[in-house]
């Protein structure tokens, strides 16, 4: 089993930024893959960006350019910093956690998620 715990959300002002953190532990593995979903009021859980172990980098075009993911392997944590915040962009965020190496979009490919965290941006 693989635990995730995000932190980082909060109020921020439009315009602003923020960055949320996740730290994986228990069952972890060299090679992973882990990533950021967000879920807005009334909508479904949605992919933002996802990071291999190796530093590989993807994301939805919705969040190119204004979201930037990292990772720190040895502190088993995954960055997202979010700039240019938009009122759109307030939502629970979540992380996840997949074994290997190919990075997916699909939520049902983690098999492991956080609790998630508050993200409110007022407009």
């Known amino acids: 089993q693989v635990q995730l715990v995000e932190s980082g959300g909060g109020l921020v002002q439009a315009g602003g930024s923020l960055r949320v953190s996740c730290v994986a532990s228990g069952r972890t593995f060299s090679t992973y893959v882990m990533g950021w979903f967000r879920q807005p009021p009334g909508k479904e859980r949605e992919f933002l960006a996802a990071i291999t172990w190796s530093g590989i980098p993807a994301y939805a075009d919705s969040v190119k350019g204004r979201f930037t993911i990292s990772r720190d392997n040895a502190k088993k944590t995954v960055y997202l910093e979010m700039n240019s915040l938009k009122h759109e962009d307030t939502a629970v965020y979540y992380c996840?956690?997949?074994?290997?190496?190919?990075?997916?979009?699909?939520?049902?490919?983690?098999?492991?998620w956080g609790q998630g965290t508050q993200v409110t941006v007022s407009s």
């Open positions: 996840a956690y997949k074994y290997g190496e190919g990075l997916t979009a699909r939520p049902h490919d983690y098999p492991y």
